[in-house]
């Protein structure tokens, strides 16, 4: 409907799903920390200061934004987001959460795959005020690993 990406797109989200590691790709495949039929979740290569650790929660198919996205697979993407703010608050003991979501260059988009932000948040974190930058991944190795054993702890009736 209103997509902007370039006819010849190399979506590294989608390569992620797939599991290839290339130049296209900051994401690695250690940084993965739920994987389910329709979505995936992984750490994020760009963190923010003072909230590390934060999760994208991805379609594992190809949608550009919002309004491409199936309202069923919208469900699910919120399903599991709310299954790693759950567990985020267990691992990195943070006193909230937030999430956000982009479309369109105009709305802050620069990865044209639908994807959700979970942020770990704390007492006067300046989120909105700073600005992010790529953590290499050792580092954020370390997030996934404990979100992963925070999430396995978790089970929720919902089957997710």
Known sequence: ?????????CCPFCLLVAGVENEHVRSVQTDIVY????VLAFIAAKQWPNNRGHVLVIP???FENLYDLPDALGADIHRVARRVAIAMK?????????TRQHNESAGNQDVWHYHLHVFPR???D???GSRGAFLPAGERARYARRLRAALD????????
């Open 60 to 62: 594992a198919t190809h």
């Open 35 to 38: 994987r389910g039929s329709t």
């Open 122 to 124: 704390y007492p006067g």
């Open 126 to 128: 300046d989120l909105y």
């Open 90 to 98: 267990t691992a990195y003991g943070c006193a909230g959460v937030s």
């Open 1 to 9: 409907m209103f997509n902007h990406a370039p006819p010849d797109y």
């Open 153 to 160: 702890e978790t089970v929720h009736e919902d089957g997710v």
